[in-house]
C-alpha cells in the first residue's frame, strides 16, 4: 500500500508533465470563460502570430512575464524537482509520521531523477 502511493503520485507527476508540456491543456481549459482571463489565452494567441508560432504556453509565460513562477512552470527540470519534493514529502509523511524525513531524504534523488527521465523518455518519444 506504501509502495503504491509514492509510486502513483510519482506516475501523476510525469502525467502533469506530459500535459503541460506538451499536451495543450491550457487550450482545453481557456474554453470556459471564467478561466480564459486567467490563463491569457488572446494574449497568447497573438504572441503566436506576432512573434514566435513554435511558442509553447510555458515559453510564453516565461518570456511574457518573467517571474520565478513563470520561469518555474516553463523549466522541466525546475517543475520535476518542486512537483517531486512537495508531492513525495506529502505523501512520506502521510504514510510514516516518525521516521519520514530520513525516508524521504534517502529516497528523494531517486524518485526525482527517475520523474524526469521517464518525462523525458516519453517527450522524446511523442516527438517521433
Same mark, same amino acid.
Given at each position: 500500500? @506504501?509502495?503504491?502511493?509514492? *509510486?502513483?503520485? +510519482?506516475?501523476?507527476?510525469?502525467?502533469? =508533465? *506530459?500535459?503541460?508540456?506538451?499536451?495543450?491543456?491550457?487550450?482545453?481549459?481557456? &474554453? %470556459?470563460?471564467?478561466?480564459?482571463?486567467?490563463?491569457? &489565452?488572446? /494574449?497568447? /494567441?497573438?504572441?503566436? !502570430? /506576432? @512573434?514566435?508560432?513554435?511558442?509553447? #504556453?510555458? /515559453?510564453?509565460? +516565461?518570456?511574457?512575464?518573467?517571474?520565478?513562477?513563470?520561469? !518555474?512552470?516553463?523549466?522541466? $527540470? %525546475? !517543475?520535476?524537482?518542486?512537483?517531486? !519534493?512537495?508531492?513525495n514529502s506529502l505523501g512520506f509523511? #502521510?504514510?510514516?509520521? @516518525?521516521?519520514?524525513? $530520513? @525516508?524521504?531524504? $534517502?529516497?528523494?534523488?531517486? #524518485?526525482?531523477?527517475? +520523474?524526469? =527521465?521517464?518525462?523525458?523518455? $516519453?517527450?522524446?518519444?511523442?516527438? +517521433?
Amino acid at each position: 500500500m @506504501e509502495q503504491t502511493l509514492l *509510486i502513483s503520485l +510519482n506516475f501523476y507527476i510525469i502525467f502533469f =508533465l *506530459i500535459i503541460w508540456f506538451d499536451g495543450d491543456i491550457t487550450n482545453i481549459l481557456s &474554453r %470556459c470563460s471564467i478561466l480564459r482571463k486567467l490563463f491569457r &489565452r488572446s /494574449e497568447y /494567441e497573438k504572441f503566436k !502570430l /506576432e @512573434e514566435d508560432v513554435m511558442a509553447s #504556453y510555458p /515559453e510564453f509565460l +516565461n518570456y511574457k512575464y518573467p517571474s520565478f513562477m513563470t520561469k !518555474l512552470l516553463s523549466c522541466p $527540470i %525546475c !517543475l520535476t524537482f518542486w512537483l517531486t !519534493l512537495i508531492l513525495n514529502s506529502l505523501g512520506f509523511y #502521510y504514510l510514516s509520521r @516518525e521516521t519520514w524525513l $530520513i @525516508e524521504f531524504t $534517502i529516497s528523494f534523488p531517486i #524518485y526525482y531523477f527517475v +520523474n524526469l =527521465l521517464l518525462f523525458l523518455i $516519453i517527450k522524446k518519444l511523442l516527438s +517521433n
